[in-house]
């Protein structure tokens, strides 16, 4: 025990022996509690027993402490133990004794409001739902000057209580006497919403905001009511008609410009965006959800203008604004910007995401070996961001058309974290690259072991198999699972389209590639929809497909290897 906790336990041991009715000698009745045996020292015992409940709890043995302050409660009869005891008593999951004790308490300081939250939290915890209630309710009725603020608190009160039904009911009774209370009507949506009666919760909040027009919390709880039950169309107007009657309500505002860019209202949101931002002009809170909308919306250049303002405020994370400044320059063939933002995230989310980006416009510029120290320098602080670190430098290293070094620094990650499944799945795509199919099986198979429904690798195995020209019968039922897991996946689409092929059922492969080919219009699935109509001897459809594809993707190798096969 710390001397921290033996200094406590001693100053309330030694305030209950210099209380009025405790007597030093020891041998006086405890206040109205029994009287001690003949002879018995109460100093002796009533310092024993609070450092004997105190020492149980830091040794973990809640039982004991219990047992300790409990009996000091009942022979002192003191406020204090009683108090002491009673949370003792909840944190050993006693709850029938703790909640005798808090009925102590209560008798002893009837207009303790604290004793009373105590034994309304105790009867919640063991589910006495009948004896509940009328506490709760002469709760609500002894403290008039704060029934608003007990009201909004009587759901998280009682949100232990697993019968949202018998909860809502409850709810609804103890609010009935303050009908003219908006907390009130809002206590009751809350407790509706919770219960699934949605329609029950929307009238509530409604009510609620009769009798408190200006109430913001209740307004943006009714527009998400109203967007799933009315549409958000109907909520947008609603919140739109509390803004006008109420200008100043921020959050308001914000939420509904964010509702109006879902319905594609963006000159209406434009005009929020600008009394936000003309409102708190200076204000990170504003700057930068106003910021994201706007990108949202396409608007790069009133989102860069507040991202750079946002740099110049108090904002705390500066590293996600410099990595979406990164992003814009990227998008806008800036690297040389890019880089300069990327290398200022220092920490969060976005930092391996950042060092990542870095590295590839390092290698954009022809700096490879500058871009793999950039990775190998960048810290991880969890197994997973090393996971991340390894996948963006194998990526570099492909790029680079070092195929085999990206193989070996995912081999080398994976002899300490030998079924992460990234891992396992980029490996074994590296694998077939440098011509080593039996590793790459090696290692898909280790991931269906680990997660059999991975559309993705079943998929691979699927298509190497196929591609190989190989247990083609294998291949079909690989690739079938995976589209049943992912049906629209243009490339699993792709997939089967090959194996079709493989297996000489051509009218079946066209008709499933073009289906693929829709979409998305890939190179690789070109260039396998070009062989197919060449095999069909459909040789103008087959040439048109390969040069509209390879007008797009000039540097494919599959497309062009494709051509050069089909057209030498």
Known sequence: MSPKHIAAALTLALGLIQAPGILAAGNAPARSGPKAPPGEDLVARTVFQTLVGEFALQRGDARLASDAWTD???????PAVVARATEVAAFARQYDRAIELAALWLEIEPDSAKARQMQASLLTLSGRLDELAPQLAAMLAQDPDNLGNNLLHLNRLLSRIGDKKALQGMVDRLTAP??????????????????????????ETDRALQLRPDWEVAALI??????????????????GDFVDRNPGARDARLTLARLLIAEKRYGEARTHFERLLKDHPDNPEIIYPVAMLVLQNGDTTTGRQQLE??????????????FFLGQLDQEQKQPAAALAHYLQVSGGDQYIPARGRAAQILLGQGQADAARQLLHETRAGTPAERVQLTLAEAQLLREAGRHNDAYITLATALETQADNPD??????????????????????????????????????????????????????????????????DPFITDSLGWVLYRQGRLPEALQVLETAYRLKADPEIAAHLGEVLWKLERRDDARRILQEAAGRHPDNEVLNAARQKLQP
């Open 222 to 239: 009714r527009t998400q009511l109203q967007a799933r039950l009315l549409g958000p169309a109907r909520a947008a107007d609603s919140l």
């Open 72 to 78: 000091l409660a009942v022979r002192t009869r003191d």
């Open 309 to 322: 303002h946002l740099l110049q405020t108090d904002f705390p994370d500066k590293s996600t604004v410099h």
């Open 178 to 203: 303050y009908g003219e209370r908006p907390e009130a009507h809002f206590a009751m949506a809350q407790a509706a919403a919770a219960a699934g009666d949605e329609g029950r919760a929307l009238a």
């Open 423 to 488: 891992l396992l799945y980029e490996a074994a795509l590296t694998a077939e690259r440098i011509g080593k199919p039996e590793i790459l099986e090696t290692h898909l198979k280790r991931l269906l072991e680990l997660k059999p429904d991975h559309a993705h690798a079943l998929n691979a195995l699927g298509y190497s198999l196929a591609d190989r020209n190989v247990r083609l019968d294998e291949a079909h039922d690989l690739i079938r699972r995976a589209l049943a897991l992912s049906p629209d």
